[in-house]
């Protein structure tokens, strides 16, 4: 089953660049923040999420492109439930925006009581779909493939610990395909923020995880683990010996947004200041490296198609988490 979305929004994405390029030939004059901007990271410190944000924010002062500056606050709690509902509560505010991943979509559909509906929030960009790929600690020298992992994870069973970022997130929905793709029992502990997902497999606290590079990366740099696949349509150049799912015969791929979004009932004149300034630090040189390094895809997407993509991944969560019986 190929869980791949951009596809179906192709005319979508197309209408979307062409507003963010519109955008940045027309920048707002007429609006700017008069105080600094709150910028509300929906995961734990240390994170892929957190790191994006951070650098962005060295972005916008490094390039001057704000006269005031922008402030990261981390609301990892519930799975992102924390975070949703202060953005919530921040209706008609042009100083709150957040950075979000696919718990925007899979946090609402478990918790309905929290009364969100993404479909109030403000779509300002998505700046990049990360990837996944399947880690395991390096002094795993029985471990060097796919079908190695398999078989070690069958062997311990449910003691198979595979450490992730929160209850029925996007690392969950891994580990459950996972367990159902090869017959495993694996026990899915879940953690707050990517970081220390990532430590807890450098310090054999974990026997796997699907993290991001991005969150992985400095461990495999050093040494310490190892990723065996990953869920993209082609190889990740950073690790072009590890083989895709899809080449090993399972149709599966999964992306996550790395997309800033805007508190309910933002102003029209807001909305274009946001849109232009992430505009402009999607196309800087360091979002791009950035990007290239930590094996970041995805265009850049806003406005009105940016809406149309958040509905579709939606319905694609919901039906997973059906599937995994998260909900009914």
């Known amino acids: 089953m190929i869980i791949t979305r951009r596809s179906t929004l192709a005319l979508g994405l197309a209408a979307g660049l062409g507003l963010t390029m519109g955008l940045a030939n027309n920048a707002t004059a007429g609006w700017e923040p008069k105080k600094p901007v709150q910028f509300v990271v929906m995961a734990g410190k240390g994170g892929g ?9 060295a972005i916008i002062a490094k390039d001057k492109l704000s006269n005031v500056p922008f402030t990261p606050i981390n609301k990892p709690g519930g799975t992102g439930a924390e975070a949703l509902i202060h953005l919530k509560g ?6 709150t ?3 979000t991943l ?9 918790q309905p009581a929290l009364g969100v509906n993404i479909e109030e929030f403000t779509p300002i960009m998505r700046m990049a779909e990360d990837t996944f790929c399947l880690w395991v ?13 398999v078989k070690a994870a069958k062997a311990k069973g ?41 430590k807890e ?5 974990a026997d796997s995880t699907v993290n991001n590079p991005s969150e992985q990366l400095g461990f495999y740099e050093a040494g310490t683990t190892k990723p065996l696949a990953c869920f993209t349509p082609e190889r990740i150049a950073l690790f072009k010996d590890s083989p895709t799912f899809k080449e090993l015969g399972q149709d599966f791929v999964y992306f996550m947004q790395r997309t800033v979004v805007g508190a309910p009932g933002m102003d ?11 505009n402009k630090v999607f196309t800087s040189e360091a979002w791009q490296t950035y990007r290239k390094k930590k094996a970041l895809q995805g265009d850049a997407l806003s406005g009105d198609a940016l809406m149309a993509y958040w509905k579709n991944e939606r319905d694609v969560h919901k039906a997973m988490l059906m599937k995994m019986g998260a909900i009914k």
Request: proline share 3%; no cysteine.
């Open 49 to 57: 999420a957190d790191k994006a944000v951070r650098l962005m924010q």
């Open 90 to 95: 921040k209706k008609g505010d042009n100083h």
């Open 97 to 99: 925006i957040m950075f």
């Open 102 to 110: 696919n718990s925007f979509y899979t946090t609402p559909l478990r």
């Open 137 to 149: 600690h390096s002094d795993r020298k029985d471990i060097n493939s796919v079908d190695d992992f």
């Open 158 to 198: 449910k003691g198979w610990i595979m450490a992730g970022t929160g209850k029925a997130s996007e690392d969950n929905l891994l580990t459950d395909f996972l367990n159902s793709a090869y017959g495993l029992e694996m026990k899915y502990v879940p953690y707050k923020g990517g970081g220390k997902v990532a």
């Open 201 to 205: 497999l450098a310090g054999k606290n």
């Open 268 to 278: 029209p004149e807001a909305v274009k200041y946001y849109q232009d300034l992430f």
